[in-house]
T-cell receptor, first 112, second 114 residues
Framework: DQQVKQNSPSLSVQEGRISILNCDYTNSMFDYFLWYKKYPAEGPTFLISISSIKDKNEDGRFTVFLNKSAKHLSLHIVPSQPGDSAVYFCAASANRDDKIIFGKGTRLHILP | NAGVTQTPKFQVLKTGQSMTLQCAQDMNHNSMYWYRQDPGMGLRLIYYSASEGTTDKGEVPNGYNVSRLNKREFSLRLESAAPSQTSVYFC?????????????FGPGTRLTVT
């Protein structure tokens, strides 16, 4: 049973517009959430994270929103740029556990 | 500062052959991990090591063994490779109890088993 779900395998967004990537989770013990970005033939790189005590965290063009009651988080990229084309993984961790659980990923295409 | 390094980058094995994937990190991290990535499956944890001398199974450990040789190195061994083990393998490391839980990944090893 998937604990972290990314239901959109792919997403296409016009350059300059907002990209919104969604993620749902089932385990109420998760207390930290992360987003990773992955280019082809490279390892994933950390993008942004949020603790369960917050509902928003912003870093430049990237903002993550957390809705604990809905067990849902989203990553907003504004404005979208060509270099944002990549696969984005949502991940979650429980109770200071060093392990993190990854979703299946969403491939984002930024269109010129 | 190389971060997390993995060797080899590519490998082709025949069914039944064995091999060891090597991983090293120079960030003095306590925890290290091995993942596999398959199309449409995301990243799945194979084994992890919370500290030197300890290893634990992850989500998909069958067919694999690991060795935490020292604080820097964590190897993954396939004793008898099977086509189902064709995948991209990533090693990662993290500081123990990191506030952000962030893990740092290597560039990956692409393994094909024929």
């Amino acid at each position: 049973d998937q604990q972290v779900k990314q239901n959109s395998p792919s997403l296409s967004v016009q350059e300059g517009r907002i990209s919104i990537l969604n993620c749902d989770y089932t385990n109420s013990m998760f207390d930290y959430f992360l987003w990773y970005k992955k280019y082809p033939a490279e390892g994933p790189t950390f993008l942004i994270s949020i603790s369960s005590i917050k509902d928003k965290n912003e870093d430049g063009r990237f903002t993550v929103f957390l809705n604990k009651s809905a067990k849902h988080l989203s990553l907003h990229i504004v404005p979208s740029q060509p270099g944002d084309s990549a696969v984005y993984f949502c991940a979650a961790s429980a109770n200071r556990d060093d392990k993190i659980i990854f979703g299946k990923g969403t491939r984002l295409h930024i269109l010129p | 500062n190389a971060g997390v390094t993995q060797t080899p980058k590519f490998q082709v094995l025949k069914t039944g052959q064995s091999m060891t994937l090597q991983c090293a990190q120079d960030m003095n991290h306590n925890s290290m991990y091995w993942y596999r990535q398959d199309p449409g499956m995301g990243l799945r944890l194979i084994y992890y090591s919370a500290s030197e001398g300890t290893t634990d199974k992850g989500e998909v450990p069958n067919g694999y063994n690991v060795s935490r040789l020292n604080k820097r190195e964590f190897s993954l061994r396939l004793e008898s490779a099977a086509p189902s083990q064709t995948s991209v393998y990533f090693c990662a490391s993290s500081p123990v109890r990191a506030a952000t839980r962030e893990q740092y990944f290597g560039p990956g090893t692409r393994l094909t088993v024929t």
